[in-house]
């Protein structure tokens, strides 16, 4: 019963963590732009959140550090905690933040959809993934990289009319559309620069996981780096002292969830989960976070669906899963290679003797 238990868990334990994953970041970001509207910094919402998660998994790191003999940090591992930093929460989360601002948690879902296309041209930059043209599943893959990125565009450049929007101003969206269309192209731009920085740090993650294979260790300095990073970068960009000033209960409830969702819990599971399986399998998971994200924006902030949107998250995902299927393919056939090896290798002896 044990036995046949533990690979089971090891199957679902990684799903259900990156399910949990999805969910809890799309309540964040609807958290942080509903704060966001209420006049929260961007740049202060991330600096705070990610500074009070870094307290919060003081405690651990000081006591994982007491109790466990781990490998010396070198020269080189610090260096690498401290890019993992710069990339994973200073500039993703800084652009994160900011284009979400200028647009919705709904964009932000459907363009992090992105990230397991790019994920995949990384890994194989990087050499985790193999890549052979003549291969189906290879040109299913590239296929779907194409059509993902096709996909981004028809939502950067197209809004299109809004849809199911039950509000009775549709002169004034007329007025504010024209001054609010270069603030979504803005907002589109910069979440697909951090669906850039989010793949390249699932594939940097990885490997810095695998040369040192400390989690805690790992997940708290690049926190607390990230957090150093991202306080330099807003006290050289808001000169403005009033906006570190907290004024209501919504700013609050945002850094909280985020600081304890965001830096202790995700980063962790994050961590594990690219240890356990690889960059591959945790981008996989991003088309979830696209129908929660509409829901909770039409429910929670009044956001408004359009056309271009759902046109282009509908591509986005024909791409992804065309990516994800000429991945599954090359497992099938790893796994047949592997059972034709240990076949061929049991029959071996008998042909000797």
Not at 279 to 289: D, L, Q
Request: charged content about 15%; hydrophobic content about 50%; aromatic content about 12%.
């Amino acid at each position: 019963m044990g036995g046949g238990m533990r690979p089971f868990m090891e199957k679902v334990l990684p799903f259900a963590a990156m399910v949990l994953v999805e969910c809890g970041e799309v309540w964040m970001i609807t958290l942080g732009k509903a704060a966001m509207n209420e006049g929260l910094s961007s740049f202060v919402y991330v600096v705070y959140y990610n500074a009070l998660g870094t307290v919060l998994l003081l405690p651990n790191f000081i006591i994982h550090s007491c109790r466990n003999n781990r490998p010396p940090l070198t020269l080189s591992v610090f260096s690498k905690l401290f890019g993992l930093g710069l990339l994973g929460i200073c500039l993703l989360q800084v652009c994160a933040y900011t284009g979400i601002s200028y647009s919705s948690p709904t964009l932000a879902a459907a363009l992090g959809n992105l990230i397991p296309a790019f994920t995949f041209l990384f890994a194989i930059i990087f050499r985790m993934e193999k890549f052979d043209i003549m291969k189906p599943s290879s040109q299913a893959k590239a296929l779907g990289t194409v059509v993902a990125i096709t996909g981004a565009f028809v939502m950067t450049f197209y809004q299109g009319p809004p849809l199911f929007n039950t509000i009775h101003d549709l002169d004034l969206n007329k007025i504010i559309l024209s001054s609010e269309k270069s603030k979504w192209i803005l907002g589109s731009l910069l979440i697909t620069i951090t669906c850039i920085c989010s793949s390249s740090w699932n594939v940097f993650q990885t490997a810095t996981v695998k040369e040192y294979p400390d989690e805690v260790t790992v997940v708290f300095l690049f926190c607390c780096f990230g957090t150093i990073q991202c306080a330099i970068f807003t006290l050289v960009f808001e000169r403005n002292t009033d906006v570190w000033i907290l004024d209501n209960t919504t700013e609050w409830v945002s850094i909280i969830f985020a600081a304890i969702f965001g830096t202790a819990l995700r980063n962790s599971l994050i961590t594990w989960c690219l240890r356990k399986k690889g960059p591959v399998f945790v981008s996989m998971f991003k088309p979830i976070s696209m129908v929660i994200a509409v829901i909770m924006g039409i429910m929670f902030l009044g956001d408004v669906l359009h056309l271009g949107s759902v046109i282009g998250a509908v591509v986005i995902a024909l791409g992804v899963y065309a990516v994800l299927y000429g991945q599954s393919k090359d497992r099938n056939l790893m796994v047949n290679d592997i059972s034709r090896l240990e076949s061929s290798t049991e029959n071996t002896p008998l042909l000797r003797k």
